[in-house]
């Protein structure tokens, strides 16, 4: 069974950076096909694709966040971490990482399962 | 990039409605579309992938077609638990799109 479960602050300052941490089991991010994604939802909301990372390193961002977006993975701990940098209020939303196997051209095939989501809130 | 469009953005019906919800994308997607549900306050959850592959354990009154740029969710007989958010997404090309939601009222 695969669970995926993010992890950071829940309350972040104007112009800080913000670090998520997901935190998997069921599944490696050494095996060949895996990937991770970052999937954002401001309240009330569509959602908005960030960032993934496959087994073999490769990233992919969204272009217009890629300047603030920085996504790792760390295989032995079973995490993917993304830093998001220069935060403003309008990247208040849940954060949610998702599972993906397989990919063709690079874009991910699908995303499941998904974690529950954490909610950040960027506000002084 | 590629825009993903879906209408309408709400809808009410009565249990045992049939009930289709459209995505269209800004150009060709093949049949790069996936479907996914989302209850209040909870994670989306994959419905269908590759436009009209039903993903395992999700109930058979859902299915999926099209390909191109036009897509449809259909949900024949409507049950209470199938009040959500539905989100139509293109894996065919970097940047990742998700349409902007339909919300399924009962």
């Known amino acids: 069974q695969i669970t995926l479960t993010e992890s950071g602050p829940t309350l972040v300052n104007p112009t800080q950076t913000l670090t998520l941490t997901c935190t998997f089991s069921?599944?490696?991010?050494?095996?060949?096909?895996?990937?991770v994604g970052w999937i954002r939802q401001p309240p009330g909301k569509a959602l908005e694709w960030l960032a993934l990372i496959y087994w073999d390193d490769d990233n992919r961002y969204s272009p217009s966040l890629k300047n603030r977006l920085t996504i790792t993975k760390d295989t032995s701990k079973n995490q993917v971490v993304l830093t998001m940098t220069n935060v403003d209020p309008v990247d208040t939303a849940t954060y949610y990482c998702?599972?993906?196997?397989?990919?063709?051209?690079?874009?991910?095939?699908?995303?499941?399962?998904w974690g529950q989501g954490t909610l950040v809130t960027v506000s002084s | 990039d590629i825009q993903m469009t879906q209408s309408p953005s709400s809808l009410s019906a009565s249990v045992g409605d049939r009930v289709t919800i459209t995505c269209r994308a800004s150009?060709?997607?093949?049949?790069?579309l996936n479907w996914y549900q989302q209850k209040s306050g909870k994670a989306p959850k994959l419905l269908m992938y590759?436009?009209?592959s039903l993903q395992s354990g999700v109930p058979s009154r859902f299915s999926g077609s099209g390909s191109g740029t036009d897509f449809t969710l259909t949900i024949n007989s409507l049950q209470p638990e199938d009040s959500a958010s539905y989100y139509c997404?293109?894996?065919?090309?970097?940047?990742?799109?998700f349409g902007q939601g339909t919300k399924v009222e009962i």
């Open positions: 590759g436009a009209s």
């Open positions: 150009q060709s997607i093949n049949n790069y």
């Open positions: 069921g599944f490696s991010l050494s095996t060949s096909g895996v990937g």
């Open positions: 997404q293109q894996s065919y090309s970097i940047p990742i799109a």
């Open positions: 998702a599972h993906t196997q397989g990919r063709v051209r690079g874009v991910p095939n699908w995303f499941d399962p």
